[in-house]
């Protein structure tokens, strides 16, 4: 399967720390997501990085890719208690890309 | 509002008796997609279809049915649902490049489906 995996699966910070959660994957890319779910929700997409490239930036999330490495990671910084939700990485394929594979996610839980 | 649209959001059903479940996006995408999410098995692709009248089958195709007569909707039937369909199911939309899909999805609100 190409079914990314999250490490780790649930991860309790205080409020202002900063929070850090592991992507790992197992075929060729195209394109690596990170996704947001708040319970039981629909998936928000917060950011894309492609495979050529190796960190991004958007406000207070940093996401890096290392392809040789088969993974990725996603930091939030000084993080807030909306930010509790849970976390899914998904690979696009490099061959068809018609589908998206999600891992497991990680449930953070940002504690006031 | 650019949005996915799932209907209905919550649904109780019994064995057998043939259901859908309804999804439609305002964005003009090619691609659409169900994924059913299960706790620990993440979401899992069910069916997709990369245009009007294209669908194929994704990880999980059995039991399940699809059709994509107009780009903005592709409804998701179950004509003889089991116990073991019950799940929380996502429809998601995205614009399609180089022949695939891309860029980011955008995805409905989820339909919590309990058959007994």
């Known amino acids: 399967s190409q079914q990314g995996e999250e490490d780790p699966q649930a991860l309790s910070i205080q409020e202002g720390e900063n929070a850090t959660m592991n992507c790992s994957y197992k075929?060729?890319?195209?394109?690596l997501q990170w996704y947001r779910q708040n319970s039981g929700r629909g998936l928000v997409h917060l950011i894309l990085i492609r495979s050529n490239e190796r960190e991004k930036h958007s406000g207070r999330l940093r996401v890096t890719l290392d392809t040789s490495k088969k993974s990725s990671s996603l930091l939030i910084t000084a993080s807030r208690a909306a930010d509790t939700a849970s976390y899914f990485c998904a690979t696009g394929d490099q061959t068809g890309a018609n589908n998206l594979f999600f891992g497991t996610g990680t449930r953070l839980t940002v504690i006031p | 509002e650019a949005q996915v649209t799932q209907n209905p959001r919550y649904l109780i059903t019994v064995t057998g008796k043939k259901l859908t479940v309804t999804c439609s996006q305002n964005?003009?995408?090619?691609?659409m997609s169900w994924y059913r999410q299960d706790p620990g098995l993440g979401l899992r692709q069910i069916y997709y279809?990369?245009?009007?009248?294209?669908?194929d089958k994704g990880d999980v195709p059995e039991g399940y049915k699809v059709s994509r007569k107009e780009k903005r909707n592709f409804p998701l039937i179950l004509e003889s649902p089991s116990p073991n369909q019950t799940s929380l199911y996502f429809c998601?939309?995205?614009?399609?490049?180089?022949?695939?899909?891309?860029?980011?999805?955008?995805f409905g609100q989820g339909t919590r489906l309990t058959v007994v």
């Open positions: 075929t060729s890319i195209n394109n």
């Open positions: 964005m003009n995408h090619e691609y």
């Open positions: 998601a939309s995205g614009p399609t490049t180089a022949g695939g899909l891309n860029t980011e999805a955008f």
């Open positions: 279809s990369m245009n009007v009248e294209v669908t």
